[in-house]
């Protein structure tokens, strides 16, 4: 049974930094995309960054580019989101999610898998 599990999220001052793990079971990671997304209150989900399966390519919201990193340890079967210089309006829930094929985009639906999410709060 595929089961994505997000961690690492809490409560950070503006500038800070946070790190997300999404760990997989289930199924072998490194054969799906995986996406990061989040959703705040009253707001639609929207796709954050994203990594393929194949080359490890990459992608980013323009809100978050030269601040979010992506990246995948295949022999820990998870991926994770370093968040730098965290902004007030990055406050959400973020979810991880899987693709089955090598898709690298930021269309919620094109995911076949999703996570519980993780709450980030960026307050002083």
């Known amino acids: 049974q595929v089961h994505l599990v997000e961690s690492g999220g809490g409560l950070v001052q503006p500038g800070g930094s946070l790190r997300l793990s999404c760990a997989a079971s289930g199924f072998t990671l490194d054969y799906y995309a995986i996406g990061w997304f989040r959703q705040a209150p009253g707001k639609e989900r929207e796709g954050v960054s994203c990594i393929s399966s194949g080359d490890g390519s990459t992608d980013y919201a323009d809100s978050v580019k030269g601040r979010f990193t992506i990246s995948r340890d295949n022999a820990k079967n998870t991926v994770y989101l370093q968040m730098n210089s965290l902004k007030p309006e990055d406050t959400a829930v973020y979810y991880c999610?899987?693709?089955?094929?090598?898709?690298?985009?930021?269309?919620?639906?094109?995911?076949?898998?999703w996570g519980q999410g993780t709450q980030v709060t960026v307050s002083s």
């Open positions: 999610a899987a693709n089955r094929w090598d898709y690298l985009g930021l269309t919620p639906a094109q995911y076949h898998y």
